[in-house]
């Protein structure tokens, strides 16, 4: 059965530093159809299907949050719209939407499955999406991805803007790759009134490159746009990592997540639950709780919202990525376990 309607709780969710926890990030499984080079492995292992959260674990789950003032979900992965029956899920959180007691269901995605789930997605309420995509090359899409096709993901996008949701490019800055088409993708995005956002590489998980090798400052980023931008300087807080600027030739909104160059982590709002549901506090540290021996053992919400209260007791002030240490990676588990 999926879990009913969350009970109402006395006070939400404050961590050590003040910091009220309102947005909770959903990784729903591991497994990708693309294999982004600075994200996974080309011949990735899987975790196995026993491992994961069923769909009515993680229904239950976000009800305790969102009973402790979790106003905004984001679905993620590995490739989120690749599980098996995923939009039962969708539309059992979609109920909290209707009630008002969440106020954002949100989805990030590679795009390969929009063109079959957006009209759906867009239904139950889901209003904006991002979009991972890092190139408009379609040879270099399949060399970054080892195995994609732009035309799939361009086609999701569309499907995404037709059925009515305002899409989000995000781009990994990939020095000597991606970095020449930055602000060719920027006129993209914008022309179709989608905003953009930048992304620094990060030391998660072991992959067959060096990041050293791919890693590109946004900071200098910056300054090669700003030859041909003008960038004003937005005072848009979200409670996430990006910063924002408008960029005054397009009209659009470009965002800039410098996880390594500027700690973005004075006003971090958020949480994130793996695919096996393990609860991190912060992407970049390895303190974690096991919601799942806690969920599965009880069927008694109040112990599991006790163990989310303190798990949010442990959050830490920051995280403290260092690119040079990827070798082994800063952080052992990849980007697709603990959710892009």
């Known amino acids: 059965m999926f879990a009913a309607d969350a009970p109402a709780w006395p006070a939400p969710l404050i961590d050590p530093f003040q910091r009220a926890i309102s947005y909770l990030r959903i990784s729903v499984t591991d497994r990708c159809d693309l294999r982004c080079a600075y994200c996974m492995s080309e011949h990735m292992e899987f975790l196995p299907k026993r491992d ?22 984001r679905i993620t992965g590995g490739e989120p719209l690749v599980r098996r029956d995923i939009m039962h899920l969708f539309r059992r959180l979609s109920r909290h939407l209707d009630s008002g007691a969440l106020e954002e269901l949100t989805l990030t995605t590679n795009g390969t499955q929009l063109t079959r789930y957006a009209d759906e997605l867009a239904s139950l309420g889901v209003r904006r999406i991002n979009v991972s995509l890092d190139t408009l090359d379609p040879d270099k899409f399949r060399a970054i991805t080892r195995r994609g096709d732009l035309k799939v993901v361009l086609d999701g996008i569309a499907a995404a803007r037709a059925a009515g949701m305002k899409v989000k490019i995000n781009a990994v800055a990939l020095r000597d790759v991606n970095a020449d088409e930055i602000p060719d993708m920027i006129a993209w995005a914008h022309g179709l009134g989608m905003d953009m956002t930048l992304i620094e590489v990060m030391p998660l998980g072991e992959i067959e490159a060096d990041r050293t ?24 807080r979200t409670g996430g990592p990006a910063r924002y600027d408008r960029v005054e030739e397009t009209g659009g909104k470009l965002g ?85």
Do not use: W
């Open 213 to 236: 090798d791919q890693f590109l400052p946004l900071s200098v980023a910056r300054q090669r746009l700003e030859t041909r931008y003008t960038l004003t300087p937005l005072p848009d």
């Open 52 to 73: 994961l959260l069923t769909l009515e674990e993680l229904d239950r789950l976000c009800g305790v949050f969102i009973a402790r003032g979790v106003r905004k979900l």
């Open 256 to 340: 800039f997540i410098t996880p390594l160059t500027h700690n973005f982590c004075e006003s971090c709002n958020r949480v994130r639950l793996t695919c096996t549901g393990q609860l991190y506090m912060c992407l970049g540290q390895e303190d974690s709780a096991d919601l799942r021996a806690v969920l599965r053992a009880s069927q008694d919400d109040a112990v599991l919202a006790a163990a989310v209260v303190e798990a949010i007791t442990r959050k830490p002030k920051g995280h403290d990525f260092v690119i040079e240490r990827q070798r082994p990676a800063a952080v052992p588990r990849h980007m697709s376990v603990t959710g892009g």
